[in-house]
Nanobody, 124 residues
Framework: QVQLVESGGGLVQAGGSLRLSCAVS????????MGWFRQAPGKEREFVAR????????SYADSVKGRFTISFDNAKITVYLQMNSLKPEDTAIYYC?????????????????WGQGTQVTVSS
């Protein structure tokens, strides 16, 4: 029911910024939470940020709080992740995900739709 396409990844120096985009199509947007997750080589997929579509409520992993901001644009039906003060440890493939707002939290297993991922590489 929901299709997600990420974009905006790339190579950036430490301290720099990137903005990731997740274009959303499908049904029942108002019932969904949107999450950003990331996965580095050899590591588990980890929660980065979440936003509830209907309320705008946001939450963040401690590792990115104060540096990253999740938001959405209703007109463009797009979710964003603004990443500032990037660190080498932020290097990962970043994925956009969608799940039911009442169910999907920080656990990636609770999200039913995923994008293809976009690579973010932060050089030291």
């Amino acid at each position: 029911q929901v299709q997600l396409v990420e974009s905006g990844g790339g190579l950036v120096q430490a301290g720099g910024s990137l903005r990731l985009s997740c274009a959303v199509s499908g049904r029942a947007f108002s019932n969904y939470a949107m999450g950003w997750f990331r996965q580095a080589p050899g590591k588990e997929r980890e929660f980065v940020a979440r936003i509830v579509w209907s309320s705008g409520y946001t939450s963040y992993a401690d590792s990115v709080k104060g540096r990253f901001t999740i938001s959405f644009d209703n007109a463009k039906i797009t979710v964003y992740l603004q990443m500032n003060s990037l660190k080498p440890e932020d290097t990962a493939i970043y994925y956009c995900a969608a799940g039911y707002a009442w169910y999907a939290d920080i656990d990636p297993q609770k999200y039913g739709a995923w994008g293809q991922g976009t690579q973010v590489t932060v050089s030291s």
